[in-house]
């Protein structure tokens, strides 16, 4: 029976016109690859190209005579334009699309939606992301859902907490020591960021971890090198998941490299209304002379948002907007000070890494912008809250001890 089985088998595949059975798919970009060689910039823009497919056979030359329909996707990177493309006879010319969120080797596929044949394109060579350009100019990052690397920039970490670590990119600062907007980013690393230290230096080399091959807790100031993860927004907040780093821990007989804080207490009403603040995402902030929102009295401890997160709210009442109101959590960074208590109504400075909360109004798009925004502060130690004083300077707080 089986040996019967097999004759038929043969016999099958001896008939097949393999001259008219397709196996693969040409992908050429005739326009927009740019020179060879060329590294292309990132552009929010997108890049126009256009394309010849061929559906190639197995034997034979020339294209199957078939009019399949072939789907056209990016990798990294999304199509926009005609990306369902009738073939006539087994070829298509001149397909126009547009590649958006595109970085580093990046290649254009095809699939023949009848046979499931495949193709790829050449290489298209982009640049490598900033943390400025993975975070973009809406809420979900041009490059949701792909997995990214950062090879480039200076970048500090200027907070930790028990699921994760802020970074900002230093390498270029503004007049008053602050990063460039949007050159800032949380990095989601599950509980509290350990790691190697960079053993190849040669003072590292020399500690104990490296001898010993033991990980370190990340801590302030620390610089994190060739970033890497997948990049997803968490209710609006972009996020880098899975992460990997090299760690070069601070030096604490150097200045501490973080930046110094945004203050929103200066800013507008317009400012911090909608997407406004989505430029600071992941930065250090402040704000000064706020009062605590509690009508409640000591009601407002039982709060459920209180309990469970320690979210407290504040008014800038003496700011710019003196109607904004701002989310605080102090649950991770000062969780013993109790912003219900009589002596803290009124607070000096609030300094902390600022996060996104953001409901879109489409429930199957998360990114559809429209929706309404919360913003949060996280204060990242108790030094970060202070009633009465000044704020301490940056450099000078949450500093990890070594």
């Known amino acids: ?7 038929a088998s043969c016999e099958e595949a001896r008939n097949v016109d393999w001259a008219a059975t397709p196996t693969s798919l040409k992908v050429t970009i005739v326009e927009g690859q740019g020179p060879e060689g060329e590294v292309l910039p990132l552009s929010s823009e997108g890049r126009q190209l256009k394309l010849d497919l061929v559906l190639l056979p197995a034997l034979g030359e020339g294209a199957v005579r078939t009019n399949n329909e072939v789907e056209l996707f990016a990798r990294p990177g999304k199509l926009e334009g005609q990306t369902k493309v009738p073939l006539f006879n087994g070829v298509a010319h001149g397909v126009v699309v547009t590649l958006k969120g595109a970085f580093g080797d990046t290649r254009i596929w095809a699939r023949d939606e009848v046979t499931g044949v495949t193709g790829v394109s050449d290489v298209i060579r982009f640049a490598t992301p900033s943390v400025a350009e993975v975070q973009g100019d809406e809420v979900c990052s041009p490059m949701e859902d792909e997995f990214v690397v950062i090879a480039s920039g200076d970048l500090v970490v200027t907070g930790v907490g028990t699921n994760g670590m802020t970074v900002s990119d230093v390498s270029t600062l503004d007049d008053k020591g602050r990063p460039m907007p949007k050159a800032s980013v949380y ?3 599950f ?4 790691s190697l230290p960079n053993c190849t230096d040669s003072e590292e080399g020399e500690s104990l971890a490296c001898l010993s091959h033991s990980l370190v807790p990340v ?5 994190v090198r060739n970033l890497a993860g997948g990049i997803h927004a968490f209710n609006g907040y972009t996020e880098f998941t899975f992460p990997s780093w090299e760690l070069v821990q601070w030096d604490p007989g150097t200045p501490c490299p973080v930046p110094e804080p945004f203050e929103l207490t200066e800013l507008s009403c317009n400012e911090l209304s909608g997407p406004g603040l989505l430029k600071y995402e992941g ?4 704000v000064r002379d706020v009062v605590v929102d509690c009508t409640k009295g ?4 039982e709060d459920s948002k209180f309990v469970k997160y320690g979210e407290w709210y504040v008014r800038l009442s ?4 003196k109607t904004a109101k701002l989310y605080v959590v102090s649950q991770n960074g000062a969780p013993d000070f109790d912003p219900f208590a009589p002596e803290n109504s009124h607070i000096k400075a609030i300094t902390g890494t ?3 909360l953001y409901f879109s109004p489409n429930p199957d798009d998360k990114c559809a912008m429209g929706g309404d925004f919360s913003w949060i502060i996280e204060p990242r130690c108790p030094d970060d809250i202070r009633v009465k004083e000044d704020p301490l300077p940056v450099k000078e707080s949450c500093l990890p001890v070594r």
């Open 1 to 7: 029976m089986m040996a019967a089985l097999a004759v």
């Open 187 to 189: 990095v989601y690393s």
């Open 191 to 194: 509980s509290r960021p350990m």
């Open 219 to 223: 801590g302030v100031c620390d610089r």
């Open 283 to 286: 930065a250090l902030v402040r």
């Open 298 to 301: 000591d009601a407002c401890r």
């Open 318 to 321: 003496n700011g710019a907007c």
């Open 354 to 356: 600022l996060k996104t």
